[in-house]
């Protein structure tokens, strides 16, 4: 017999249909309907009727095997056989972030292709992989953004057995796993939810439409399917945390913010699983807020991406100033982004006309995400270009460098400890014919303004935009053999994060940079350790804050070094150990 609920207040009648039959479901006086059914057992599948209507999935379906559109799926979590009982997770602060998309990641495009190539992240030093979104989304293929079922787990990567068994590797390897998860809109295909409810509002709106409904008629219930769905991911499949997908499109005018509610939520259940769990935030507010604790009047996020930071490093080692790099483009911004956190804490923003955020002070810097590229910042490029395909590999491994050995969190985007070039490009699979002719159209005038012929611009629809996506693994072989390794460079790198403490202390204040914008080079000082970059295209001699003991790392050979400075080949970095407490 299985227990059946579903929140649906604006209904007259509701049925549960399975095996060919509807059952009645009763109601109760707050809009929820329940029903046992004798015949209905875990791997069954099953659908709502409402007011005789059509068959729709369950909201809080946690299987859709036949795609968002078909009949829901019981699962059984106390069936799977977890080994990984001795893992208690692992906290943020001082670890190293993999962002990966589970259908490009590996040829098969599944869970187990991804734990095909678990052995290969433990060797480069990976401590969290992050998985873009895997809740059930339209079609075969997409980015995860469009989903509609918040707690199915996508049929084409494997099922919820199949993240599981990618969770339980992970853990058995010392690696631990971060969700990205989407609570500030709903895909434009599949989205049912609306039938049964006011998860929507016209209150608000965002750049999808109507926005999520937290504040208005009905919130109560719409919170609640958000927090449960949070819980689920970290309880039932093991995860150690959740990336929330740009928070600042969670319109909340509650006296408790959503995601203040979703922080003490999340802070109980790990006190009561034993479990390290954290919640990571994408927002373009520049509010510290955001990562400032409850307890101090925060919403309580452990940390967020840092988008000023990747900015400020793009502009500096591509010379692009289109769009919202028009805002940087100097190693002030860069210093600025290392010292103080935010380069845009309160100062005037040109992109927006208008100025942007609030100081990050008293914040350590372990709650920022640094990163060299991210799935936006190269799929949000008209094609999906990669920075790789427009740096030497000298510049690849400062940029690498100035990432991590910085005060933040650093997040890698799969590839790039390869430098890789295949290209990751927004492609969707949806079998509306209409709205995938509005997504390729849309696309494609999106960059008219930009200058690029429509014609040059990837159809999101066509098969081969998702082909081209996927990482070609063959190239980390080459790399592998090739006489100055890009792969080996990160992995020594995230070796010296953890031999060299300084590079993991999060204190921004212990953070001194000095830089030449003409000469084109930047010295950061960790403690006592150097990271001293030549951006340049010629030699150049670098000054250093205190007497080199010795270069523990560089990036090419031909470097040299005295007790008052550096000599670094063009576009290059080395990091020194130094004597004395000297500051820059």
């Known amino acids: 017999m299985t227990d059946l609920q579903v929140w649906a207040p604006r209904a007259q009648q509701v049925e549960v249909e399975t095996g060919g039959e509807r059952h009645p479901m009763y109601r109760r006086p707050d809009g929820w309907w329940h029903a046992s059914i004798l015949t209905l057992t875990a791997g069954e599948d099953y659908a709502y009727v409402l007011d005789g209507r059509d068959p729709l999935p369950d909201p809080r379906s946690e299987w859709q095997p036949y795609g968002v559109h078909g009949p829901s799926r019981l699962v059984d979590h106390a069936a799977f056989g977890w080994t990984d009982d001795r893992w208690h997770g692992t906290p943020l602060r001082g670890r190293v972030v993999y962002e990966l998309h589970v259908g490009t990641f590996s040829p098969e495009g599944t869970f187990d292709g991804v734990i095909d190539h678990l052995d290969h992240l433990a060797d480069l030093g990976v401590d969290l992989v992050e998985l873009l979104p895997v809740n059930a989304f339209p079609g075969r293929w997409g980015w995860g953004y469009e989903g509609v079922d918040l707690y199915a787990v996508q049929a084409s990567y494997g099922g ?11 853990h058995a390897r010392g690696i631990g796993v ?14 049912y939810l609306p039938q049964f409810g006011p998860y929507l509002t016209d209150k608000h709106q965002t750049p999808w439409g109507s926005a999520v409904n937290y504040d208005d008629a009905g919130s109560d219930e719409v919170r609640r399917f958000v927090l449960d769905n949070a819980a689920m991911w970290l309880r039932d499949y093991h995860c150690d945390g959740l990336r929330l997908d740009a928070v600042h499109a969670i319109i909340d005018t509650s006296a408790i913010h959503l995601l203040s509610e979703l922080s003490a939520e999340v802070g109980a259940l790990s006190a009561q699983l034993g479990r390290t769990l954290f919640l990571i935030a994408e927002s373009d507010l520049n509010d510290p807020r955001v990562v400032t604790p409850r307890e101090a009047n925060g919403l309580g996020m452990d940390a967020q991406w840092s988008d000023d930071f990747h900015h400020a490093l793009h502009t500096v080692l591509t010379g692009e100033h289109e769009g919202y790099y028009g805002d940087f483009g100097s190693l002030d911004d860069l210093a600025v982004a290392l010292t103080e956190g935010y380069v845009h804490g309160g100062r005037f923003s040109q992109h927006r006309d208008r100025r942007h955020g609030a100081p990050y002070r008293g914040l350590s810097g372990h709650r920022l995400l640094g990163y060299l590229q991210d799935h936006d910042q190269v799929g949000n490029r008209a094609a999906g270009a990669r920075i790789s395909t427009q740096l030497s590999a000298g510049l690849l491994q400062v940029g690498a460098a100035l990432v991590l050995t910085s005060p933040f969190t650093p997040l890698l985007w799969m590839g790039e400890e390869w430098g890789a070039r295949t290209p990751w490009q927004f492609f969707t699979d949806h079998d509306d014919v209409d709205l995938g002719r509005a997504i390729t159209d849309g696309r494609r005038q999106e960059f008219v303004a930009f200058g690029w012929d ?25 790399d592998k053999d090739a006489e100055h390794s890009i792969f080996a460079f990160y992995r020594r790198l995230i070796r010296l994060r953890r031999d060299l403490p300084d590079l993991t202390d999060p204190d921004l204040d212990a953070v001194t940079v000095a830089y030449d914008d003409d000469k084109r080079w930047i010295a950061v000082r960790r403690g006592s350790v150097a990271i001293l970059a030549n951006l340049a295209a010629g030699e150049q001699r670098l000054p250093t804050p205190a007497p080199v003991v010795d270069v523990v790392l560089a990036s090419a050979e031909g470097f040299m070094f005295d007790a008052d400075g550096v000599t670094l080949p063009a576009e290059s970095v080395a990091i020194a150990r130094l004597s004395g407490p000297a500051a820059m």
């Open 454 to 478: 429509p014609s040059d611009v990837p159809d999101p629809q066509d098969p081969a935009t998702f082909e081209r996506s996927r990482l070609d693994w063959a190239e980390l072989d080459k």
């Open 160 to 170: 919820p057995e199949g993240l599981k068994r990618l969770v339980d590797a992970c």
């Open 178 to 191: 971060i969700m990205d998860v989407v609570y500030n809109h709903f895909g434009p295909s599949g989205n």
